[in-house]
């Protein structure tokens, strides 16, 4: 139609139910008035799911804000004023299947497993959460969020486990080596306090009371692990 797409490809055949619980986030997102890529059309082609997805403005907000950093503390409190928009939308039927232990399981660390297993009797699934929030899949035009993108990790779940996830990725993320690292950390802190404070804004939860906080790092470097020596990962 002479207009911009995206094409969203998974890898494997068996991933056609993931490709139905992201269709079914993204529709819920977009209903609540999220900035999320619509899901235009659906199928599998050559044995593989698909989705074409609406274009979204802006650019990723890592990129941005490496050109701009002095805007970290305003887009962070931002990002956290959207990421705790999304916990107040409850998840699609489809996706309360199996929850909470098809993410529960993410981590291997048994100290965190068994800590789960003493959490296990008050995790929530009532949220629609997205699980891999970070400057890398989050967009803006330097003023606004104007999206949320990889929603293949969405579910039903418990926004603190959501908020620990992303405070991992934000508190933990490499930084390149050189002289400017001591400086890099000094931004990556204030967009980490910026976010924290832009969801404790609009959320009823402060972040690092979460009871999650072991898992999410924990997820996090399982992440790390799997992608280390894997040239596609």
Known sequence: DGGEHVLRVYPS?????????????????????????????????RGLPMLILSWLDGE????????????????????????????????????????????????????????????????GTGSLIHLDIHPLNVLTDGRRITGIVDWGSSAAGDPRADV???AALLRAGPLPPGPLKPILGLFRDAFYNGWRRGYEEVAPVKVEASPFMAWGAA???????????????
């Open 164 to 166: 620990a996830r992303t």
């Open 13 to 45: 055949p068996e991933r056609e139910a993931g490709l139905q619980v992201e269709q079914a986030a993204r529709a819920a997102a977009a209903d609540a008035g999220l900035p999320v890529a619509r899901v235009e059309a659906s199928g599998v082609f």
């Open 60 to 123: 990723p907000l890592l990129a941005h804000l490496q050109r701009r950093p002095w805007r970290v503390r305003n887009l962070g409190r931002e990002l956290g004023r959207v990421h705790a928009r999304l916990h107040a939308i409850p998840p699609p039927d489809l996706m309360r299947q199996g929850a909470p232990d098809n993410w529960l399981v993410w981590t291997r660390v048994n100290s965190v497993i068994e800590q789960m297993e003493l959490l296990r009797t008050s995790v």
């Open 219 to 233: 997820t996090w470097l399982a992440d790390i692990e799997r992608n280390v020596g894997n040239a596609e990962g």
